[in-house]
């Protein structure tokens, strides 16, 4: 990451307040309140589905899957109420990937104003900050934030609060000692070991989610999900997702030896992920993982049909 914000900055506020009804990111919009309920009527869609009640619901309220190791609540929020669930997930790797998260809460925002978006036979869940420790560690804050209150060394925030990379503390070809580009990072003492990945082991065994996708920055891909050998229905998903975001596609991430990996672990349990790496640290790439998602969207409904 660049030392200074300047540029990153204006891009990133731009996406986020421009398809958004509400300016979530004004200084008075900040509450410990969850902010789709913060929303005015305004807000509300305009060309709701008659099978989705036209405000928003208590099904949009968050639900606590489980907290951090430093205690913070990790939310998750609910749209749709279809019988097939598929899973967002921002911020695994906490503040470091801040734009994962900021995309994140922008899909809710997106989703919880034009419900209609989401087939009656699907249920989006989105958790848009599965690592709140190492979010707070750079902006000092729980939830939205600004731009503006990032720390200018965003890299502590990859960690949890007790400095372990949640995205290698998942049971597949899990290490304790694991690697980040060229340096040790922490798996935690075991599988499984850190809170914030029971609460999501937890939550993604009771929903069986037909698919669950981690944003992380910035390797600039789609990545599909494997332990060992990349898993099929991953890889379809992973291949149209590309397709719509113009992401290119890999079967696996192989720029170091990824251990411990969450998407890897879901496979094992018959549930495919795939990983979106957006292009930057900075930018929210909002076009494309709105393509993606509306084209995995279309293809839950067709395949129901
Ligand atoms: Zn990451």
């Avoid at 939550?203 to 669950?212: H, M, N």
């Avoid at 494997?226 to 192989?254: K, M, N, W």
Wanted: charged letters at 15%; a negative charge; hydrophobic letters at 40%.
């Amino acid at each position: 990451m660049s030392p200074t914000f300047v540029t990153p900055t204006t891009d990133a506020l731009a996406l986020t307040l421009e398809p958004s009804p509400v300016p979530p990111l004004a200084p008075p919009a900040y509450t410990a309140t969850p902010p789709i309920t913060a929303k005015p009527a305004a807000a509300l869609p305009t060309k709701p589905s008659p099978t989705l009640p036209p405000t928003i619901t208590p099904d949009n309220l968050p639900q606590i899957i489980g907290y951090s190791y430093e205690g913070r609540p990790i939310y998750s929020y609910r749209f749709g109420s279809g019988p097939i669930p598929i899973v967002f997930v921002g911020g695994i790797h906490g503040g470091y990937e801040w734009n994962t998260i900021l995309l994140a809460y922008q899909a809710m925002d997106y989703f919880a104003a034009q419900p209609y978006r989401i087939p009656t036979n699907v249920t989006i869940f989105i958790i848009p900050v599965a690592n709140p420790d190492g979010l707070f560690a750079v902006t000092q804050k729980e939830g939205r934030f600004l731009v503006e209150d990032l720390a200018e060394d965003t890299f502590p925030g990859r960690f949890n609060g007790r400095n372990v990379d949640l995205n290698r503390n998942w049971d597949c070809q899990w290490s304790a000692t694991a690697v980040w580009r060229n340096q040790p990072v922490s798996g935690g003492s075991q599988p499984f070991s850190e809170p914030e990945s029971r609460a999501l082991r937890d939550f993604f065994l009771e929903k069986r989610p037909a698919l669950v996708l981690f944003w992380h920055s910035a390797a600039n891909g789609v990545f599909a999900a494997g332990c060992p050998e990349t898993d099929g229905h991953s890889r379809q998903l992973a291949t149209i997702f590309g397709g719509a975001s113009g992401y290119p596609v890999y079967e696996r991430f192989t720029y170091y030896l990824v251990t411990g990996d969450a998407g890897d672990w879901l496979s094992t349990q018959g549930i495919p992920s795939i990983s979106i790496e957006l292009k930057t640290h900075e930018a929210l790439d909002w076009k494309e993982n709105l393509a993606g998602m509306l084209t995995l969207l279309a293809h839950y409904n067709k395949h129901l049909q």
